[in-house]
């Protein structure tokens, strides 16, 4: 039995251990009696269109046997795509004082971080957790952050590898970036390095608010570029429909980190799947309210990638996909 799973035990005053249920999810969490535990999430991205990652969320405690309204109470706000506001809805609850706080990307753990160091925080969506600097290591985090994350700087590479086995004369990329979220500068270094290896120029350019897509895509079309990558942020996600469309209208063959993005109309994306990491975190919150610490919960990284190809918009800008790339595909959309 491991270190962590004794803590499991003990936090739970011996009932997972008594009962022989360590296994099996307990029908309500080892709080005070009487106590209904209050779980807070803050999400980056924009209700409206995401609505689906908060049901995954909910998906992954009613599996542990957490009922909403009975043995747990959940507090949900969202930050609309704007990374700005993340701060302000962290510390509203925070002050609420939750029992746990689930935080989704850099931004909103980078904020939960600052806001506190006693309530236990599980993150989610996060880039990196090291090179961010939420945790000591993966392996232990310490402190009171731990949770998922999906390794974005480490196929960010990928990202453009793959797009130029997609589109093998192309010699410029521009890269849509949003320089008030941290881990873009992460992405961006190894993207460069990427770059440099396969002998491409890239183009960046900055995107803070939808207002800047448009302009984004028309500096991309004067610079010449051959074809865009877009970077993992709540902003280009909670308004992929419209980046999308852009991307269209200006025949510009884009790369994107989310499957989302490839459903809307989008060309390409390589990335995690992230609905199943929104329903893992009900794992966290489990096992903190159990007794758990955060700082001895080990960080869990993605190990699934999805390439989706979405061919109908590859017809519509008359690109014929290499069968080599389509072989290695999760999902080819017709």
Same mark, same amino acid.
Request: aromatic share 6%.
């Given at each position: 039995?491991?270190?962590?799973?004794?803590?499991?035990?003990?936090?739970?005053?011996?009932?997972?251990?008594?009962?022989? !249920?360590?296994?099996?999810?307990?029908?309500? $969490?080892?709080?005070?009696?009487? /106590?209904?535990?209050?779980?807070?999430?803050?999400?980056?991205?924009?209700?409206?269109?995401?609505?689906? !990652?908060?049901?995954?969320?909910?998906?992954?405690? %009613?599996?542990?046997?957490?009922?909403?309204?009975?043995?747990?109470?959940?507090?949900? %706000?969202?930050?609309?795509?704007?990374?700005?506001?993340?701060?302000?809805?962290?510390?509203?609850?925070?002050?609420? /004082?939750?029992?746990?706080?689930?935080?989704?990307?850099?931004?909103?753990?980078?904020?939960?971080?600052?806001?506190?160091?006693?309530?236990?925080?599980?993150?989610?969506?996060?880039?990196?957790?090291?090179?961010?600097?939420?945790?000591?290591?993966?392996?232990?985090?310490?402190?009171?952050?731990?949770?998922?994350?999906?390794?974005? *700087?480490?196929?960010?590479?990928? +990202?453009?590898?793959?797009?130029?086995?997609? @589109?093998?004369?192309?010699?410029?990329?521009?890269?849509?970036?949003?320089?008030?979220? $941290?881990?873009?500068?992460?992405?961006?270094?190894?993207?460069?390095?990427?770059?440099?290896?396969?002998?491409?120029? @890239?183009?960046?350019?900055?995107?803070?608010?939808?207002?800047?897509?448009?302009?984004?895509?028309?500096?991309?079309? *004067?610079?010449?570029?051959?074809?865009?990558?877009?970077?993992?942020?709540? @902003?280009?996600?909670?308004? %992929?429909? +419209?980046?999308?469309?852009?991307?269209?209208?200006?025949?510009?063959?884009?790369?994107?980190?989310?499957?989302?993005?490839?459903?809307?109309?989008?060309?390409?994306?390589?990335?995690?799947?992230?609905?199943?990491?929104?329903?893992?975190?009900?794992?966290?919150?489990? +096992?903190? !309210?159990?007794?758990? %610490?955060?700082?001895?919960?080990?960080?869990?990284?993605?190990? /699934?990638?999805?390439?989706?190809?979405?061919?109908?918009?590859?017809?519509?800008?008359?690109?014929?996909?290499?069968?080599?790339?389509?072989?290695?595909?999760?999902?080819?959309?017709?």
């Amino acid at each position: 039995m491991t270190r962590a799973a004794v803590r499991i035990g003990l936090g739970a005053l011996g009932v997972v251990l008594t009962l022989g !249920l360590f296994a099996a999810p307990l029908t309500a $969490p080892a709080q005070a009696p009487g /106590k209904v535990p209050r779980v807070g999430y803050v999400f980056a991205r924009v209700s409206s269109a995401d609505q689906r !990652l908060w049901d995954a969320a909910r998906q992954g405690l %009613r599996e542990l046997g957490y009922v909403e309204g009975q043995n747990i109470t959940l507090e949900v %706000r969202w930050a609309e795509g704007r990374t700005e506001r993340l701060p302000d809805l962290v510390a509203e609850l925070v002050r609420s /004082k939750v029992d746990v706080l689930v935080v989704a990307t850099t931004p909103g753990a980078l904020a939960a971080k600052n806001a506190t160091r006693t309530i236990p925080v599980v993150f989610v969506g996060v880039g990196e957790a090291v090179d961010g600097g939420l945790v000591a290591s993966l392996a232990r985090p310490g402190g009171n952050l731990t949770g998922l994350t999906v390794l974005n *700087s480490e196929i960010t590479g990928k +990202r453009l590898e793959l797009l130029k086995d997609i @589109l093998p004369s192309i010699s410029r990329v521009a890269v849509l970036r949003n320089p008030g979220n $941290p881990i873009h500068k992460i992405f961006w270094r190894e993207t460069r390095t990427a770059a440099q290896t396969l002998g491409l120029q @890239l183009q960046p350019i900055e995107v803070r608010a939808p207002e800047d897509f448009d302009e984004a895509f028309r500096a991309a079309t *004067s610079g010449r570029a051959d074809a865009v990558l877009a970077f993992d942020d709540p @902003l280009t996600v909670g308004y %992929r429909a +419209r980046l999308v469309a852009l991307a269209a209208k200006h025949r510009l063959p884009t790369m994107y980190g989310l499957r989302e993005f490839a459903d809307a109309g989008g060309l390409v994306s390589y990335g995690a799947n992230f609905p199943d990491q929104y329903r893992r975190t009900a794992t966290y919150v489990d +096992r903190i !309210l159990k007794g758990a %610490r955060p700082a001895d919960l080990p960080v869990e990284q993605a190990t /699934k990638f999805e390439l989706v190809i979405n061919r109908r918009t590859a017809q519509t800008l008359g690109l014929a996909i290499p069968p080599s790339v389509l072989a290695r595909a999760d999902q080819v959309l017709e």
